[in-house]
């Protein structure tokens, strides 16, 4: 019974609706986007891109935060991942964050959401949600799990879509 309840949140993450690409890509994420939203409760602004890695069949993402810390200092964190596909809409790969560590990465894609569980065993592990709302907007949350407890979120940030991948932003460009 206890091994049927602990099963019972990866049947449900595995019963989504399927990615339409033909490599699992959700279509919906590609692109830069800018964002607003908190980082540990602290206002913060956003920037994210999911784009085609060059000359392989995944995904590159790259995220930045600025948030004021409790003495006026800003915040600045940066992380990149790169996936590749895994087959039947699941992905892998590895994130590289400014803070120095570095996590291993699962998800899972559908038409409206990707799910990416990150996990250092010496460190902690966490789960980063982005969902595409019905206005084309995506949220994305992140949690760490704590104490034995569960997931708690940490930051999130609510995301509109700046351009394709094809157009690098002016922002960007650097």
């Not at 964050?97 to 065993?121: C, Q, R």
Request: charged share 20%; glycine share 8%.
């Amino acid at each position: 019974m206890i091994s049927a309840l602990l099963s019972l949140p990866l049947l449900l993450a595995t019963n989504v609706a399927p990615a339409r690409d033909s490599n699992d890509a959700p279509a919906w994420l590609m692109g830069y986007w800018s964002g607003q939203g908190t980082f540990f409760e602290k206002p913060a602004r956003t920037s994210l891109s999911f784009c085609p890695l060059a000359e392989e069949n995944g995904i590159k993402l790259e995220y930045k935060v600025l948030a004021e810390s409790d003495d006026g200092t800003t915040i600045r964190f940066t992380g990149r991942a790169n996936y590749l596909p895994d087959g039947n809409n699941r992905w892998r790969g590895d994130w590289f964050g400014s803070n120095g560590v570095d996590h291993e990465l699962n998800a899972l894609a559908s038409d409206k959401a990707f799910i990416a569980t990150w996990y250092n065993e010496a460190v902690e592990t966490g789960q980063t949600h982005y969902e595409l709302d019905s206005g084309g907007k995506v949220k994305v949350t992140d949690y760490v799990f704590r104490d034995g407890k569960g997931f708690e979120p940490f930051a999130s940030a609510n995301y509109n879509k700046i351009s394709p991948c094809n157009d690098l932003p002016e922002d960007q460009a650097q």
